[in-house]
């Protein structure tokens, strides 16, 4: 027995269909929509079980989210490069990050040689040792003091970097739901 074959319109993009008789779901050639024939009385039509717009949303949405994901390793790389840019090399050859922390201490560290080198001038009334103490000191406060601004400006920009990248790992979270 030979099954008669049908021509049907897909309800989902409105391409003609060629089915056979006995067939009662179909994938779109066309639009991939998952078709059920419905047979009535009268006519057989074709009923949409799963839209093809959800597929559709779901790649987009895939893609935003690699799209999002590429910027994130972007601005990963970007603060990284400024990073190892503001780092200093310690004696021990490894690189640190700008400290405000240390540049007190060093301001401190300097400072107190300066006073100490005064007082032993001072002690042995060695007057050029005094001017000399009291330079190491002023120097050392001020470098103490470019450290300390340069360490801030370096947490201040770490700062926005991480509140970005929060920002970015939220919009790659919230495109994952969708
Ligand atoms: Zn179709």
């Avoid at 893609?63 to 590429?70: C, F, H, R, T």
């Avoid at 340069?150 to 790659?172: C, D, K």
Wanted: glycine fraction near 10%; charge should be positive.
């Amino acid at each position: 027995m030979e099954s008669r074959v049908m021509k049907l319109c897909c309800q989902g993009c409105g391409a003609d269909l060629q089915v056979t008789e006995e067939v009662r779901f179909v994938t779109c050639n066309y639009c991939q929509s998952k078709l059920e024939i419905v047979r009535d009385a009268s006519v057989t039509h074709t009923r949409v079980l799963e839209k093809l717009e959800r597929t559709t949303e779901r790649i987009a949405g895939n893609l935003k989210v690699i799209e999002l994901q590429n910027d994130l390793e972007r601005l990963d790389r970007e603060w990284e490069t400024v990073r190892q840019g503001m780092m200093s090399r310690g004696k021990d050859g490894h690189l640190y990050e700008p400290s405000t922390g240390s540049a007190v201490i060093a301001g401190v560290g300097g400072g107190i040689v300066g006073v100490v080198v005064m007082i032993g001038s001072i002690a042995s009334s060695n007057t050029l040792g005094v001017a000399l103490g009291l330079g190491i000191g002023v120097v050392a406060v001020a470098i103490a003091r470019r450290s300390f601004d340069y360490a801030e400006s370096f947490q201040s920009l770490e700062g926005r970097y991480q509140a970005q990248r929060q920002r970015m790992i939220r919009a790659i979270e919230a495109e994952r739901r969708r």
